[in-house]
T-cell receptor
Framework: GQNIDQPTEMTATEGAIVQINCTYQTSGFNGLFWYQQHAGEAPTFLSYNVLDGLEEKGRFSSFLSRSKGYSYLLLKELQMKDSASYLCAVPSGGSYIPTFGRGTSLIVHP | DAGVIQSPRHEVTEMGQEVTLRCKPISGHDYLFWYRQTMMRGLELLIYFNNNVPIDDSGMPEDRFSAKMPNASFSTLKIQPSEPRDSAVYFC??????????????FGEGSRLTVL
């Protein structure tokens, strides 16, 4: 099985940078995923990390350290539309099916 | 391309009634998933299919829940009889086998179920 831990809620200011952390424990690692979910909407895929290091994709970057069981999602130049829940997901051992954490609700204020 | 289509978007029913949720995956996708989302438990996998065959239903909470995929373009999740604790948003998602190992699932808009 796996255990995923991320903060419940974070707040940040428009234009700032925010880092959302995720720690996990899993038997057998097949990558780590980040999804974004706006209130009342479907989750949408943001990123996938399977090797250590930073993956940059526009304003969003995702970092992974497999030895530490740790990842973060970095959001730069925050915009109001970035207010959403950010879900960290890790497949259970041996599979590729994402098992989701409870998500971090990010509130961006002016 | 149309995304994953779910119906109904909202359903309110009384305890004991049968509930059927429907899903049309993205055409050509090999995998179909049913997830349930609540504030307390987050997003939980209930069951998934590969090429219309159920592969893992270990997340189905109890025998009141059943899911079918009679063909590649349609799946149902049925709850009979429904209970108030089944109130949640039920998401259907699909994926292509070739994207499988990157974990990219495409979710429908969800069906919000309220059982009174």
């Amino acid at each position: 099985g796996q255990n995923i831990d991320q903060p419940t809620e974070m707040t940040a200011t428009e234009g700032a940078i925010v880092q959302i952390n995720c720690t996990y424990q899993t038997s057998g690692f097949n990558g780590l995923f980040w999804y974004q979910q706006h209130a009342g909407e479907a989750p949408t895929f943001l990123s996938y990390n399977v090797l250590d290091g930073l993956e940059e994709k526009g304003r969003f970057s995702s970092f992974l350290s497999r030895s530490k069981g740790y990842s973060y999602l970095l959001l730069k130049e925050l915009q109001m539309k970035d207010s959403a829940s950010y879900l960290c997901a890790v497949p259970s051992g041996g599979s590729y099916i994402p098992t989701f954490g409870r998500g971090t609700s990010l509130i961006v204020h002016p | 391309d149309a995304g994953v289509i779910q119906s109904p978007r909202h359903e309110v029913t009384e305890m004991g009634q049968e509930v059927t949720l429907r899903c049309k995956p993205i055409s050509g996708h090999d995998y179909l998933f049913w997830y349930r989302q609540t504030m307390m438990r987050g997003l939980e996998l209930l069951i998934y299919f590969n090429n219309n065959v159920p592969i893992d239903d270990s997340g189905m909470p109890e025998d009141r829940f059943s899911a079918k995929m009679p063909n590649a373009s349609f799946s149902t999740l049925k709850i009979q009889p429904s209970e108030p604790r089944d109130s949640a948003v039920y998401f259907c998602a699909s994926s292509l086998a070739e994207n499988w190992n990157t974990g990219e699932l495409f979710f429908g808009e969800g069906s919000r179920l309220t059982v009174l």
